[in-house]
């Protein structure tokens, strides 16, 4: 029942930026499709998360809008809908224990009494953290922290979920159990990341930005492939999209730190 | 959610811990009587037998305060009262003060004892939720639990930044100027939280903070907790009733 | 600086309950007034948290170490939230640690808000006078004044509330001892305020306006 | 003049934990050569951290001890020989402005007056950031962050630098820029990465540390190559060491995640 054409959440020409400075993002323009999973990536400073914010409405928008099937978001307002995982899981853990913390979001979506429990317990079934459930959230490792994090945002039942840089700070092991546990999701995903391996194995489309705006948006292979592209903008293809035959480590392009004078300024 | 009792004892309910708590740390204070503080002392050990108070517990909350009133025990004998009872070469050991300095150690130790008796045992944020549940206004409610809820991140926080003071140097010890790295290790630490707590804010309103009116936390008192909180509070008044009538 | 339980008579606690609830109430009712009271929730709780912790450093002072109070920085940056934060702070230092204590947590509310209220009085009168020097003068005599108050109030109540057979000269003589052997903390704790405070006006003014 | 056998870091038999718990680490034994880049990897909460902390001598030991130049390294003594940059910059800097905070770890190994602003500026051009100098800390973006942190302490003069997940965060013209300075310094370095790339392209030898311990200490590609070892200690081989042929995005090793039922409990 998934078409591509049918969009679930459409962007319409926006613009935004943070507490009344000047747009740190601006003519921003594309669609998601139910279930579709989408790469965000870009440098520092770049405005992945200035975008990811303005997605779920707290952000103003200083043009343009959003739709979520075909209704614009009011801002400010609670669109369970979408959810938004930070890319520091201690500023959106807040109650004392896991489980509180899951049934947060839960109650303001009506849930209460037995369902409340059912559905806290589904969750943290879900991202396999369910024996965790009354741990202090301070004595989470930072793998189990980002999983809470996860399970706090599916208990509302979202539809999209934006996710900002889900494998920080992760071990390999960590790292590799979030992508199994993401991809075996079926919601719609927008993954600001620049682990670009992990985009890479996630999502089928990446959208490339920088200076403002939307510099690329295409199938992952060709946007991260595209060594002149990526090179422009700070970035360097990804390891498994090179030609590699194991007899060292040279990294395909040389990058902008050949520009001489240049200091590592990006988000300013 | 399952709830786990509040820890050993007849009340399970922590509101009634803390109604229980108020009675009696207020009627203890205002004891002087011997007899009233002998039968305080009686009470109390049969507090901190029947809810199970770990002497390490007890322990631990004395260190603090210990100093203060220790202080008070010691000084006031000197230089309170009339009635000589002993001289020691320039001081004299007086009756009306060693008196008081007696009633100030056995109430101390008797509240601090009730109160570890009985709150010790619960969880902090449930205590939080206990004290929303008997009126405490929601504002200093939520303040309260995000407050605990960040307290040893920035403890760590604070002592990596210390640490890294230390490495490249900074001195230590009192005329070493390190007031002002302490200053500004705080100073930096204000400002991180400052910027975290709007990201925090972000967080709560996107899972609809605000959005409903969301239920407060219920309680519920069995007819056990109710009969041990009466007990309680009959014992404490009639504490009391005892002060005034010898 | 903290009064434990069992010292105070029944009539001063209760007394130094109603004032701090008073006091309590006023401060809610300013913090309702605004547009939106929420948002400055968790800002004043992470701040609080901050000087929950800061209250836990150690600093050498030869023979001993102090503790920071940091009620005349608190009453700075926090405004009408200094009061409510004080108190929650008392309540978990007596609960965690058994630092001060229930019966007295009003009256240790007092002794403590109302130096802060005093700091965020002060702050409000000379706001934005004078240069770089003169702003420093300024915070360490807020940091430094918030002590010495808050050792007035202590010994105030200390000596209305032990039994009444000491003798005005011992009383008198309490006092000085007292305010003596605070006089490096309160010496401290304004030079610390004072390097808070001018490292937050060159990086962050808005934060000291946020109050 | 650098012999490999000449060793200016010995660690014997060291123990180390956190504020009188149980060791973290035990039985650790290595040396560091004049000049030799180290690479230390090993899972979320298997003691990286610690390690590195205990070297600079802020930890005490429990068994053992630290010789540097044979000299035995006294608890909480200042060293300015060896120099830490931490994992969270923002815990490293706490002075207002750039200049002020490079000149805080110089002006404590006596240098003042005009020698202390020559010093000061000498390290903010060796990383490349001289036009940040009297910016306030609080305004630099990530990746100035960490150079602000590392010219923080060149100013000392290090002899071993141990560097603890340099590349954490940073966007890949960041990380880059990164690898570059780090390949110029000629200060012996131990460097605790989960980016096991970054590792590879710097170190010429690695430890592996899980469990307590080292299980691993070798040449880079001996170590990192070993599927079986990685395997076996929650890690993946990097993708330049293994033969792609870009077909895809294939993991050479299916990881721990393979194991049902384990949640993905690492710090405990
Ligand atoms: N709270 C804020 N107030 C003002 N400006 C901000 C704020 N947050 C971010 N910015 C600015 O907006 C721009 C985009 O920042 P953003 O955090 O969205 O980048 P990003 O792509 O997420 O970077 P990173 O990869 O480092 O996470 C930057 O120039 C930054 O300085
Ligand atoms: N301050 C502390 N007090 C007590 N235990 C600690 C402390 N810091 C770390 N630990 C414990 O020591 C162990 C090692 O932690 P450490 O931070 O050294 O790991 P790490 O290898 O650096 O992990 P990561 O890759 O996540 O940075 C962990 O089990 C952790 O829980
Ligand atoms: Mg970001
Ligand atoms: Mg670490």
Redesign the interface.
């Known amino acids: 029942m998934t078409f591509r054409n049918v969009s679930l959440l459409a962007v319409e020409g926006l613009a935004v930026g943070h507490g009344g400075g000047p747009p740190v993002l601006s003519g921003i323009e594309f669609r998601i499709a139910p279930g579709e999973r989408i790469g965000l990536v870009g440098p520092n400073g770049a405005g992945k998360t200035t975008l990811l914010l303005a997605l779920t409405g707290v952000l103003p928008a200083a043009a343009g809008g959003i739709r979520l099937d075909g209704r614009l978001l009011a801002l400010n307002g609670f669109t369970p809908e979408i959810a938004l995982v930070f890319q520091q899981a201690h500023d959106q853990l807040f109650c004392p224990t896991v489980a509180e913390d899951v049934a947060f979001g839960a109650r303001n979506v009506g849930l209460g009494g037995a369902a409340l429990d059912r559905a806290v317990a589904a969750a943290l079934q879900a991202v396999g953290i369910a024996s965790l459930a009354d741990r202090p959230i301070h004595h989470l490792s930072g793998g189990e922290q980002r999983l809470a994090c996860l399970a706090g945002v599916l208990v509302m039942s979202p539809r999209i979920l934006l996710l900002d840089e889900p494998s920080g700070a992760l071990d390999l092991r960590n790292r590799r159990r979030l992508i199994e546990l993401l991809r075996g999701l079926a919601q719609a995903m927008l993954i600001a990341s620049h682990d670009l391996e992990l985009v890479l194995e996630l999502c089928p489309r990446v959208m490339l930005i920088d200076d403002g705006g939307i510099v690329a948006d295409g199938p992952a292979a060709a946007v991260l492939g595209d060594a002149a592209l990526m090179a422009a903008h700070g970035q360097e293809i990804p390891h498994s999209l090179t030609r590699h035959v194991g007899e060292g480590h040279r990294h395909p392009v040389a990058g902008p730190t050949a520009r001489p004078g240049k200091a590592a300024v990006a988000g300013a | 959610m399952p709830r786990e009792p509040a820890g050993p004892g007849p009340i399970a309910d922590p509101r009634l811990r803390i109604l229980a708590l108020v009675v009696l740390a207020f009627g203890f204070s205002a004891l002087t009587d011997p007899r009233a503080l002998a039968l305080m002392v009686v009470l109390t050990v049969a507090l901190a037998w029947r809810f199970g108070l770990p002497p390490a517990v007890l322990a631990r909350r004395l260190r603090w305060p210990g100093v203060v009133v220790c202080g008070l025990v010691i000084l006031l004998p000197l230089l309170s009262g009339e009635t000589v009872l002993v001289r020691l070469g320039p001081l004299s050991v007086r009756a009306e003060g060693l008196e008081a300095a007696l009633g100030i150690a056995l109430r101390f130790l008797c509240i601090v004892a009730a109160a570890a008796a009985l709150l010790a045992p619960v969880p902090l944020p449930r205590l939080v939720a206990a004290l929303r549940a008997l009126g405490l206004p929601a504002l200093m409610a939520d303040m309260a639990l995000l407050m605990l809820r960040h307290i040893e991140e920035l403890r760590q926080g604070l002592s990596r930044m210390r640490v890294a003071m230390r490495l490249r140097g900074a001195p230590t010890g009192f005329w070493s100027g390190q007031f002002r790295g302490i200053g500004w290790a705080l100073a930096s630490l204000l400002l991180r939280s400052h910027a975290q707590s709007e990201r925090i804010y972000h967080a709560m309103i996107l899972r609809g903070h605000g959005a409903a009116e969301a239920a407060p936390e219920r309680f519920r008192a069995s007819p056990g907790d109710w009969s041990a909180l009466a007990v309680l509070v009959a014992a404490g008044t009639g504490l009391l009733v005892l002060e005034h009538m010898l | 600086m903290?009064?434990?339980?069992?010292?105070?008579?029944?009539s001063l606690?209760?007394a130094g309950l109603a004032a701090a609830a008073g006091v309590?109430a006023v401060s809610?009712w300013r913090?309702?007034a605004r547009p939106d009271?929420?948002?400055d929730?968790?800002?004043?709780?992470?701040?609080?948290?901050?000087f929950?912790?800061?209250s836990?450093?150690h600093?050498?002072?030869?023979p001993t170490s102090v503790h920071l109070m940091l009620s005349g920085l608190m009453g700075m940056?926090l405004g009408w939230?200094a009061m409510?934060?004080i108190?929650?702070?008392l309540?978990?230092q007596?609960?965690?640690?058994?630092?001060?204590?229930?019966?007295t947590l009003g009256v240790n509310g007092v002794i403590f808000g109302l130096p802060a209220l005093a700091a965020f009085g002060f702050l409000c009168l000379v706001r934005g006078q004078g240069g770089p020097a003169c702003h420093a003068v300024t915070a360490f005599a807020a940091g430094a004044g918030a002590v010495m108050l808050a050792v007035a109030l202590f010994t105030a109540v200390l000596l209305a509330g032990?039994?009444a057979?000491?003798d005005a000269a011992?009383e008198r003589r309490?006092i000085l001892a007292l305010a003596l052997a605070h006089l490096p903390l309160a010496v401290?704790e304004g030079?610390?305020?004072?390097?808070?405070l001018?490292?937050?006006r060159?990086?962050?003014p808005e934060?000291l306006r946020a109050a």
Chains 1, 4 share one sequence.
């Not at chain 3, 903290?2 to 029944?10: A, C, E, M, R, T």
């Not at chain 3, 007596?94 to 019966?103: D, N």
């Not at chain 3, 030079?191 to 808070?196: E, N, R, Y």
């Open positions: 903290h009064i434990p339980d069992g010292i105070l008579p029944l606690t209760v309590t809610l913090i309702k009271p929420r948002a929730v968790p800002r004043a709780a992470l701040m609080t948290a901050v929950f912790v800061a836990l450093v600093i050498p002072v030869p940056l939230f409510p934060a108190l929650i702070g309540f978990f007596a609960v965690m640690f058994g630092h001060g204590g229930l019966t032990l039994p057979h000491l011992t309490a401290v030079l610390v305020v004072a390097a808070v001018g490292f937050l060159r990086v962050s934060l």
